[in-house]
Nanobody, 122 residues
């Protein structure tokens, strides 16, 4: 059974940083592309960042480019999202996802975590 478990969310002031982690089990992690999405209250879930199995090239939403960094440690079966210069607009539940079935930004993934809340105060 595949499980993705996010952690690292919390309350932070604008301009601060957080690092989210997503621990995967039940799959050959090193073979799976991974991504982060987020969903703010009253809004649709949106793409944040993507990393292929190799980790060689990464992709970001324009809204987070230059502030967020996705990375992975295949030895630890974990993907990370380092978030710097946080803004109130980054407030959302953040989800990790594994194995896209369509374009990486499409939201069509085989596996999802439960999410972790990130709240950025002004």
């Amino acid at each position: 059974q595949v499980q993705l478990v996010e952690s690292g969310g919390g309350l932070v002031q604008a301009g601060g940083s957080l690092r989210l982690s997503c621990a995967a089990s039940g799959l050959t992690f090193s073979s799976y592309p991974m991504a982060w999405f987020r969903q703010a209250p009253g809004k649709e879930r949106e793409f944040v960042a993507y990393i292929p199995w190799s980790g060689v090239r990464t992709y970001y939403a324009d809204s987070v480019k230059g502030r967020f960094t996705i990375s992975r440690d295949n030895a630890k079966n974990t993907v990370y999202l380092q978030m710097n210069s946080l803004k109130p607009g980054d407030t959302a539940v953040y989800y990790c996802a594994a194995n896209p079935k369509a374009a990486y930004y499409s939201g069509l993934y085989d596996y999802w975590g439960q999410g972790t809340q990130v709240t950025v105060s002004s």
